[in-house]
Antibody, heavy 119, light 107 residues
């Protein structure tokens, strides 16, 4: 079965760039109809969709974060990545990668990775 | 953005009870509404998609209904493992948005 696993630094300094990678196993990131997403959850808070990418490279972002976010895909490695620039303490959160089956739900999630923005 | 509002924010119930959680969208989202369960320290788990379709391997005591702006998640005969936080999410329009969550606690 398809599994997702996030990886990346757990601590990022303010004003720097947060970089995370999600590795897809048990299936192909190039499968038709699936969008590969990033979602975050601030400590003790609700869920915020950051954006997603299709294997072709088409991207869609949350307008509230669009100016700072880039999502990319590497089909040869079955991975997709998140870069968020100019981070502040407000970006401290658990970051999840997830698969979205269009047009519906996020059906498979990674376990999440905590990212703390602090000097 | 479409605002999703859940009620109640928290709920106490006993094993065996039937509970209903409501989700209201700020505009018509047809049936593009999904429900997730999240336990402490874990990723959300998809329960219901397209308002009423049960995700594979989810127990049939979970059900969803609604369309347009008003939706419900019903859990019949609560089990100990059902005590968690539940979120609704609209997949009608970008940016996809979630409700604030309903924490279901043991009475």
């Amino acid at each position: 079965q398809v599994q997702l696993q996030e990886s990346g630094p757990g601590l990022v300094k303010p004003s720097q760039t947060l970089s995370l990678t999600c590795t897809v196993s048990g299936g192909s990131i190039s499968s038709v109809g699936y969008y590969w997403s990033w979602i975050r959850q601030h400590p003790g808070k609700g869920l915020e969709w950051i954006g997603y990418i299709y294997y072709s490279g088409s991207t869609y972002y949350n307008p509230s974060l669009k100016s700072r976010v880039t999502i990319s895909v590497d089909t040869s490695k079955n991975q997709f990545s998140l870069k968020m620039t100019s981070v502040t303490a407000a970006d401290t959160a658990v970051y999840y990668c997830a698969r979205k089956l269009e047009p519906h739900a996020f059906d498979i999630w990674g376990q999440g990775t905590m990212v703390t923005v602090s000097s | 953005d479409i605002q999703m509002t859940q009620s109640p924010s928290s709920l106490s119930a006993s094993v065996g009870d039937r509970v209903t959680i409501t989700c209201r969208a700020s505009q018509n989202i047809d049936r593009y509404l999904n429900w997730y369960q999240q336990k402490a320290g874990k990723a959300p788990k998809l329960l219901i998609y397209a308002a009423s379709s049960l995700q594979s391997r989810v127990p049939s005591r979970f059900s969803g209904s609604g369309s347009g702006t008003d939706f419900t998640l019903t859990i019949t005969s609560l089990q100990p493992e059902d005590f968690a936080t539940y979120y609704c999410q609209q997949s009608h329009s970008i940016p996809y948005t979630f409700g604030q969550g309903t924490k279901l606690e043991i009475k």
